[in-house]
């Protein structure tokens, strides 16, 4: 049976590692995790999304805001003009279910903070086909107050 190549890493430096500590959390490799085995993530909150690689709408820096769990707003940031279709935009749950349900046989790098946050999210679904895949980093998180 043909499963999906996940590597894991946790995004964080060996001195705030040692200071801090860290955690990784891995999808469940037969499909999406269930919601109790998640860590926990906020509802509201803003945070940098960065969307690197392949051939997509969603390319660029974009300044994100997150009520409830949707995202409600994505201004571009330093250079990056595109408006994206805010359905394009991945929330923090969003990029754990993109790792999740990746296709079988993808790779897929997800990076977590020492909160369980990803920090950062590689998806390639074949390494035979050229820019498919996508690329995220995720900066600056912080909550929003309701």
């Known amino acids: 049976m043909a499963g999906r190549r996940h590597s894991y890493a946790v995004a964080a430096s060996v001195v705030a590692a040692a ?8 999808p469940a490799p037969g499909g999406p995790a269930p919601a109790s085995e998640r860590p926990e993530l906020p509802q509201d909150y ?3 999304l960065t969307s690197s690689c392949g051939e997509r709408p969603l390319i660029g820096r974009y300044r994100v805001e997150v009520r409830d769990g949707a995202v409600q707003s994505a201004e571009p940031l330093q250079g990056t003009v595109a408006r994206p279709e ?4 991945p929330t923090l749950a969003g990029l754990l279910d993109r790792a999740d349900q990746a296709e079988a046989g993808a790779e897929v790098t997800l990076a977590v903070d020492d909160k369980g946050l ?4 590689n998806i390639d679904p074949s390494s035979e086909v050229t820019d498919d895949e996508e690329c995220y980093e995720v900066t600056d998180v912080s909550p929003l107050r309701r």
């Open 19 to 26: 200071v801090t500590g860290c955690s990784t959390y891995e």
């Open 86 to 89: 805010l359905a394009d935009v």
């Open 118 to 121: 990803p920090s950062s999210l």
């Open 46 to 48: 803003r945070f940098v």
